[in-house]
């Protein structure tokens, strides 16, 4: 469902439930999308051990860990960055990271300026993640 042009929104996070993302291990929440900058706004809570699988931004996005422990682009050691919540960060347009890691248990919200490319372990895309794939997955929950 295409949402209108909207003046404002605002969103109770402890009314809306968490949902998995379909690896499963991750949960989600939809907290907007804008049809016309192309953006999306989610929250993820993500357990010790998991990870967000392979992706290029198209666009920049910015984060805030509001609490937790990730690694990315490799972490520190590999030239990335481990983040200890509460911190912030930003997300160039095309950058690329081969897996996120979550080193504690997590909760992270990041909004999105344009799709994410999904990318095997080549490099090679395999599917693309944007305002209105995360919409549709978000209607097909929520129902």
Same mark, same amino acid.
């Given at each position: 469902?295409?949402?209108?042009?909207?003046?404002?929104?605002?969103?109770? *996070?402890?009314?809306?439930?968490?949902?998995?993302?379909? $690896?499963?291990?991750?949960?989600?929440?939809?907290?907007?999308?804008?049809?016309?900058?192309?953006?999306?706004?989610?929250?993820?809570?993500?357990?010790?051990?998991?990870?967000?699988?392979?992706?290029?931004?198209?666009?920049?996005?910015?984060?805030?860990?509001?609490?937790?422990?990730? $690694?990315?682009?490799?972490?520190?050691?590999?030239?990335?960055?481990?983040?200890?919540?509460?911190?912030?960060?930003?997300?160039?347009?095309?950058?690329?990271?081969?897996?996120?890691?979550? *080193?504690?248990?997590?909760?992270?919200?990041?909004?999105?300026?344009?799709? *994410?490319?999904?990318?095997?372990?080549?490099?090679?895309?395999?599917?693309?993640?944007?305002?209105?794939?995360?919409?549709?997955?978000?209607? $097909?929950?929520?129902?």
């Amino acid at each position: 469902m295409l949402k209108s042009a909207l003046g404002g929104e605002s969103v109770k *996070l402890d009314q809306l439930e968490w949902h998995p993302l379909p $690896e499963g291990f991750v949960m989600w929440k939809l907290l907007h999308v804008s049809s016309e900058a192309g953006s999306w706004t989610v929250m993820f809570q993500a357990p010790k051990g998991s990870s967000f699988a392979g992706h290029i931004h198209s666009g920049p996005g910015e984060y805030f860990l509001t609490k937790g422990k990730i $690694e990315v682009r490799g972490g520190e050691a590999e030239g990335g960055v481990s983040a200890t919540g509460p911190s912030y960060g930003y997300e160039a347009c095309n950058a690329r990271h081969d897996e996120t890691l979550i *080193l504690e248990d997590s909760e992270i919200y990041m909004t999105f300026q344009g799709p *994410l490319q999904l990318i095997d372990d080549e490099g090679r895309t395999i599917g693309v993640l944007g305002w209105e794939q995360a919409q549709a997955m978000w209607d $097909e929950q929520t129902g």
